[in-house]
């Protein structure tokens, strides 16, 4: 059986930031430019104090034309830390965090240190990948219960009883039909 994959095995270092008091409209650019959906927002002792979403950034665009963004900063329009990951974390509980929330990236936090960020679409990469690959661990240990449940050839039944114990034999063999007579 594979072991589930931790969120260390599949987040992304990250790369890029935004400070807090950065201005609105170069916040978003940058987004844009970077073609990423979110970005930490780390202030000047490193300490994580936000996330600005694409979807930040988008509502901020949609309400600018009736209000003064004049002098708004990230921190004006960030969103908060209500969810994070730690790199220890399972592969599947990882995906659940992200079923409860709406963000489309998350941040990978250990302790106080912000280590990296994983992405709803990485997730959902990683969870496909790993299926996979128990589906393949599923169908080798389906094929190896068939030759204990019905050993098809002398050497299937070889390798059972070079396996197997006494009690396991009798009971593999004894639903076999013996030859039939006529």
Avoid at 30 to 54: C, Q
Avoid at 93 to 117: E, K, W
Wanted: charged share 20%; hydrophobic share 40%; net charge positive.
């Amino acid at each position: 059986m594979q072991k589930v994959p931790s969120v260390r095995d599949i987040m992304k270092e990250t790369t890029c930031s935004v400070p807090p008091d950065m201005h609105v409209f170069e916040a978003a650019d940058f987004i844009v430019a970077k073609k990423v959906s979110g970005v930490p927002v780390i202030d000047r002792n490193d300490t994580l104090v936000g996330f600005l979403t694409e979807k930040d950034c988008l509502r901020m665009q949609v309400v600018a034309h009736q209000y003064n963004m004049t002098g708004r900063t990230v921190r004006d329009i960030m969103s908060g830390i209500n969810q994070g990951l730690h790199p220890e974390t399972d592969l599947l509980t990882a995906a659940a965090a992200f079923l409860a929330c709406n963000f489309a990236t998350l941040p990978v936090i250990d302790g106080s240190q912000l280590v990296g960020s994983i992405t709803r679409q990485g997730m959902l990469k990683a969870v496909q990948r790993w299926h996979h690959e128990r589906g393949q661990d599923y169908q080798h240990d389906k094929a190896a219960q068939k030759m204990v449940d019905n050993p098809s050839s002398i050497g299937q039944l070889q390798m059972l009883v070079g396996r197997s114990n006494n009690q396991q034999l009798a009971s593999v063999l004894g639903g076999r039909h013996s030859v039939r007579r006529f």
